[in-house]
């Protein structure tokens, strides 16, 4: 069963880190990008970042560049996503997607989605 599981979500202060991970089970990432979405309540779902499949190109939005990294070990079939310098707006429900070798920032491109893991910013 092809399964992407998210990890690491929880509540921290603002100006704190988290690093979420997004690993697949049942096939390899070697040939997908990986994207990470949130949503926050009320909102639409937006895109975060994304990696290719071999992770020589990546992309941020311009509301979480310079704070949030994205990187990947194929080795262990994970990518993840160091979150610095949080601030409340970053709240929301973070979700990886997994599309063939290359990033879209098309939703809709992306054929394996996992559950998400709840990111809270607050004090």
């Known amino acids: 069963q092809l399964q992407l599981v998210e990890s690491g979500g929880g509540l921290v202060q603002p100006g704190g880190s988290l690093r979420l991970s997004c690993a697949a089970s049942?096939?390899?990432?070697?040939?997908?990008?990986i994207g990470w979405f949130r949503q926050a309540p009320g909102k639409e779902r937006e895109g975060v970042s994304c990696i290719s499949n071999n992770g020589g190109r990546s992309n941020y939005a311009d509301s979480v560049k310079g704070r949030f990294t994205i990187s990947r070990d194929n080795t262990k079939n994970t990518v993840y996503l160091q979150l610095n310098n949080l601030k409340p707006e970053d709240t929301g429900f973070y979700y990886c997607?997994?599309?063939?070798?290359?990033?879209?920032?098309?939703?809709?491109?992306?054929?394996?989605w996992g559950q998400g893991t709840q990111v809270t910013v607050s004090s």
């Open positions: 997607a997994a599309r063939s070798y290359i990033c879209s920032v098309y939703q809709g491109a992306y054929n394996y």
């Open positions: 049942g096939f390899t990432l070697d040939y997908y990008a």
